[in-house]
């Protein structure tokens, strides 16, 4: 997550200094970035900016499955903004290719934009299983504890009431 965010300021950054830096009038330009891979019902975070405009401008940015479409965002302004924002993936249950599309429309300009995002179905909890040694005799009763974490490694508040006893015939 981390990551993504400076991939996501640094890209930023790069096209800002690119377009400030000209002598000229620069035209008028956006910039919407996402991550490439999403995972299924998550957080994800789009940032969307308007450079140099010069009339007022209606930018709206869809996600589209097929023929479902989903407006995630929409800002009508006349001058330069920026402005990132979350919004919730979908539910997926196998990895899936749907579009991002970006229409940015004025009087006398009007630019559309599609791009592929991946969405991978949400991962199982991971379970750590601890022994008290590594190996046992025969006889020997066997001590352990499970650990439930979810795919970042971090502990799971959740505590499980089932107790099993294994017996040998």
Request: charged share 20%.
């Amino acid at each position: 997550m981390a990551l993504t965010r400076i991939l996501i300021a640094g890209g930023l950054l790069s096209c800002l200094v690119t377009l400030c830096s000209s002598k000229t009038t620069p035209d008028p330009s956006y910039l919407v970035s996402f991550p490439a891979l999403i995972r299924s019902e998550s957080e994800a975070k789009i940032c969307a900016s308007v450079l140099n405009s010069n009339e007022a401008l209606l930018m709206s940015i869809y996600l589209t499955d097929g023929d479902q479409k989903k407006l995630l965002y929409q800002e009508t302004s006349d001058k330069d903004f920026h402005c990132c924002f979350t919004f919730q993936a979908p539910a997926v249950n196998k990895e899936s290719v749907q579009n991002i599309n970006v229409e940015v429309k004025g009087q006398t300009s009007h630019w559309t934009k599609d791009s592929h995002v991946k969405f991978r179905p949400k991962l199982s909890p991971i379970i750590f299983i601890q022994t008290d040694k590594p190996m046992y005799s025969p006889g020997q009763t066997v001590h352990f504890r499970l650990v439930t974490m979810n795919t970042d490694f971090i502990p799971l508040q959740q505590k499980y009431s089932i107790y099993q006893q294994w017996e040998r015939s």
